[in-house]
């Protein structure tokens, strides 16, 4: 069964850090382009950042140089450092496995997210 499993969310003032997990099981994880995605209330989701197979990354422009997403292909795990977070960072955080342009693939369901939110 396929299931991704986000962690490492929390309350962040501006400028602060976080580093999101991914657990990802019931996939060859080092065989697919892995993505971060994110919601925020009102909002309809968006893609964050993709990694592919052989570790070529893309961003969002609202988050290109602040944040970081890469892979642990050994331990089946996704990562997203994110710095300098702004209060529109704040959101629901989820990781799938992807295309390489970052549209989700079918096949298990999405993960419950991890919740960034950013407040003075």
């Known amino acids: 069964q396929v299931q991704f499993v986000e962690s490492g969310g929390g309350l962040v003032q501006p400028g602060g850090s976080l580093r999101l997990s991914c657990a990802a099981s019931?996939?060859?994880?080092?065989?697919?382009?892995m993505s971060w995605y994110r919601r925020a209330p009102g909002k309809q989701r968006e893609l964050v950042a993709t990694i592919t197979v052989g570790g070529n990354t893309n961003y969002a422009d609202s988050v290109k140089g602040r944040f970081t997403i890469s892979r642990d292909n050994d331990g089946n795990t996704l990562y997203l450092q994110m710095n300098s977070l702004k209060f529109e960072d704040a959101a629901v955080y989820y990781c799938?496995?992807?295309?390489?342009?970052?549209?989700?693939?079918?096949?298990?369901?999405w993960g419950q997210g991890t919740q960034v939110t950013v407040s003075s």
């Open positions: 799938r496995h992807s295309g390489q342009s970052g549209t989700p693939l079918a096949g298990g369901y």
């Open positions: 019931g996939i060859y994880f080092s065989d697919f382009t």
